[in-house]
């Protein structure tokens, strides 16, 4: 069975710094990896997914994450923090397709000091 | 993309009630799930809805509290039946266009839904 593990539900960074959240995943086949993003009492948006092909996938809002198969991670940065990062950040994977039911972790949530 | 509404956007409802959340796509979809999401958690999947067919729960999950509608491909319901207060969450469905792989999830902007 497939599951993801974020480590650290709560990351703070101060404003301009490097972001780092990182994710763990298990599967027992080549998985479709996601980061989606909560603002507070807002639905969730996707910030980026990696299906095939280039491991270093960029997203929205400067974001962007590297597949490593060797270490079954998939974390996410993005070099300067800003004011409007501050959300909880959800890792997740599905396995059929990209389409298909989606695990998610626990969460991280990010806080930005100024 | 797609655009997922959803309505309620919220409710207050009393113990041993039960609760009908719809969720409206604007194109035709081949996947539309429903998650929920209790209070400071992840969110956990309730249930794939099939159209045409019953729905598919997730362990924890049964129709008999959770029942699902699918009509046809841009609508589907989902009851919280004979609500407690541990029912109060957001609940969410989102929905996918497979294509050969390439394509997402899309979330609703969710129910978030309290009970007394």
């Known amino acids: 069975a497939q599951s993801v593990t974020q480590l650290g539900s709560h990351v703070s960074v101060s404003e301009g710094a490097l972001v780092l959240l990182r994710c763990n995943y298990s599967?027992?086949?080549?998985?479709?990896l996601f980061w989606y993003v909560q603002y507070p009492n807002q639905g969730l948006q996707l910030l980026l997914k990696y299906t095939t092909g280039a491991t270093l996938v960029k997203g929205i809002n400067g974001f962007e994450a590297e597949f490593k198969k060797s270490e079954t991670s998939f974390h996410l940065t993005k070099p300067s923090a800003h004011m409007s990062d501050a959300a909880e950040y959800f890792c997740a994977v599905s396995l059929y397709s990209s389409a298909s039911k989606i695990i998610f972790g626990s969460g991280t949530r990010l806080s930005i000091r100024p | 993309s797609a655009v997922i509404s959803q309505k309620p956007s919220r409710d207050i409802c009393q113990r041993g009630t039960s609760l009908t959340i719809q969720c409206q796509v604007d194109s035709q979809v081949t996947m539309m799930f429903w998650y929920r999401q209790q209070p400071g958690q992840s969110l956990t999947l309730i249930a794939t809805?099939?159209?045409?067919?019953?729905?598919?729960?997730e362990s924890g999950f049964v129709i008999d509290k959770f029942p699902i509608s699918r009509p046809n491909l841009t609508f589907s319901t989902l009851t919280v039946s004979n609500m407690s207060p541990e029912d109060s969450s957001i609940y969410l469905c989102s929905v996918g266009r497979d294509h050969r792989g390439t394509d997402t999830q899309y979330f609703g902007p969710g129910t978030r839904l309290t009970v007394l």
């Open positions: 599967s027992s086949v080549p998985p479709y």
């Open positions: 809805a099939n159209q045409g067919s019953e729905a598919t729960y």
